[in-house]
């Protein structure tokens, strides 16, 4: 069981071109997680996924954008990358069953991308 | 506003024991997580307290204490292999994590 799997496990872009990230799980998890890590400070939010079909917006989705067609898969697409956009990439999931719902969240290994 | 602060950078003897810090300010509280991070790699999950008091788990236990907004992870018996970064996240009243920039922990001979 490979549990998150991501790619790639790094990129370096240039500005104003478009970018997919992909991620996925065999978890059979209902939720998943897209997060930036940057030097300094802590994760954030980008976008998120409570179950297939659904997704809805963290505390930094400008930018970014998700799909969500089916269970294992959650990709996540810079549309046009920014310098700022920078940074390590992770994507998440969690087998909560609603927005109330409490459980430990497991990581892939990361995406690190650069956008010169 | 939400707050989480941890400090930055602690150093500790193999075989010691070490405290680390969080303290928060969120809008809402439905649990603290800690997780590990080596350099480098995924963050791992270490534990989940949602109530007042101690959860022992081998070497690492975590506290907490909701009317402090506070909460601390214990190493014990240090080994070189802990070496790694330390986050802490409060879930918060909509269910989101929100994180601490984390504490890199460095293990000295």
């Known amino acids: 069981i490979a549990g998150i799997t991501q790619a790639p496990t790094s990129q370096i872009l240039a500005a104003g071109r478009r970018m997919t990230l992909r991620c996925t799980q065999d978890?059979?998890?209902?939720?998943m997680y897209w997060y930036r890590q940057d030097l300094g400070l802590g994760l954030r939010l980008i976008h998120y996924s409570n179950t297939a079909g659904t997704t809805g917006k963290g505390e930094v989705p400008d930018g970014y954008s998700v799909s969500r067609a089916n269970t294992d898969d959650f990709p996540l697409t810079l549309a046009s990358a920014v310098p700022s956009q920078t940074s390590v990439y992770f994507c998440?999931?969690?087998?909560?069953?609603?927005?109330?719902?409490?459980?430990?969240?497991?990581f892939g290994p990361g995406t690190r991308l650069t956008v010169l | 506003g939400q707050n989480i602060d941890q400090p930055t950078e602690m150093t500790a003897t193999e075989g010691a024991i070490v405290q680390i810090n969080c303290t928060y300010q969120?809008?809402?509280?439905?649990?603290l997580f800690w997780y590990q991070q080596h350099a480098g790699e995924a963050p791992t999950f270490l534990s989940y307290n949602v109530l007042d008091g101690l959860e022992e788990k081998g070497r690492f236990s975590s506290f907490l204490s909701r009317s402090k907004g506070y909460s601390y992870l214990l190493l014990k018996e240090l080994q070189m292999k802990d070496s790694a970064s330390y986050l802490c996240a409060i879930m918060d009243s909509n269910y989101q994590l929100i994180w601490g920039a984390g504490t890199k922990l460095i293990i000295k001979p």
């Open positions: 998440a999931s969690s087998d909560s069953t609603s927005n109330t719902d409490v459980d430990t969240q497991y």
């Open positions: 969120t809008s809402g509280f439905n649990g």
């Open positions: 978890m059979r998890h209902n939720a």
